[in-house]
């Protein structure tokens, strides 16, 4: 258990995947999608062994938290494999790092109309208790569909700002680990970092948020990740929201 005062800390930043929604296996999946279906074709054409995508170790390894071209360079490149950057504009065929984020942003599309979204229990309660209690709240997201997701789940009301995968193409934002996405929502929320905590369950996030100067990291997963999570910088790391208890009152300006 965590208790958090939110007189002393009265701005939440939260990512989405994995912290509020389960988003991030269907993620995950996708990215296994796309590269498996990538990596075969390599080896079949250099008649070379097909490595898999490992959609626990590789996921969170290189793609989690990550910018969608970013976690795919990372790897690709712990592959051995280089691909040209291409435009945005380019299409879900093409074999540029921006046609293969398309490709997989299709896969997860599909997925997820399949599999819908899926919410922590213990996420709307927590975010209720903190709104009662004065504490502006942010979601932080590299998700380019992290708007349709909110209202799908039925939560956007629940978020006074939101900064995401749009956003940081938008203002060209360097993404996890860097802390810029985090510190956007801050500036939004209109309170400095050192008064705000950040909820987030990927080694990119917690170190975003150290680097950030937030006042509390608080990294989320099963026990088996609280190890990584701490090493990356999180001051404490729960399993879920549930295990995160409010105290006081928010007294912002």
Not at 58 to 68: E, I, T
């Amino acid at each position: 258990m965590v208790i958090i005062d939110v007189g002393r800390f009265g701005a939440f930043v939260l990512d989405l995947d994995g912290v509020i929604t389960r988003t991030a296996s269907i993620h995950a999946r996708a990215w296994k999608q796309l590269f498996d279906q990538f990596l075969a074709q390599r080896a079949a054409q250099s008649a070379t062994p097909f490595l898999p995508f490992d959609p626990e170790t590789d996921y969170r390894r290189y793609v989690d938290g990550k910018p969608r071209i970013v976690g795919l360079q990372s790897f690709l490149a712990s592959r051995g494999i280089n691909v040209r950057l291409g435009e945005p504009g380019d299409q879900p065929e093409q074999e540029t790092a921006h046609g293969l984020a398309k490709r997989k942003d299709l896969y997860f599309l599909k997925l997820l109309a399949v599999v819908g979204v899926q919410v922590f229990d213990s996420a709307p309660a927590f975010l209720r208790d903190a709104r009662g209690r004065g504490v502006r709240t942010a979601i932080a997201s590299s998700s380019h569909h992290c708007a349709e997701i909110l209202h799908a789940a039925r939560l956007t009301a629940l978020f006074d700002a939101r900064v995401d995968g749009i956003d940081l193409d938008r203002l060209s934002l360097t993404g996890k680990p860097a802390p810029d996405m985090f510190l956007e929502a801050a500036r939004r929320l209109n309170v400095p970092p050192a008064h705000a905590v950040v909820f987030e369950d990927a080694t990119a996030g917690v170190e975003a948020g150290r680097a950030g100067s937030f006042g509390l990291v608080i990294g989320v997963g099963p026990a088996a990740r609280a190890p990584d999570l701490l090493k990356h910088g999180a001051d404490d790391v729960v399993a879920n929201l549930g295990e995160v208890r409010l105290e006081g009152t928010a007294h912002l300006p």
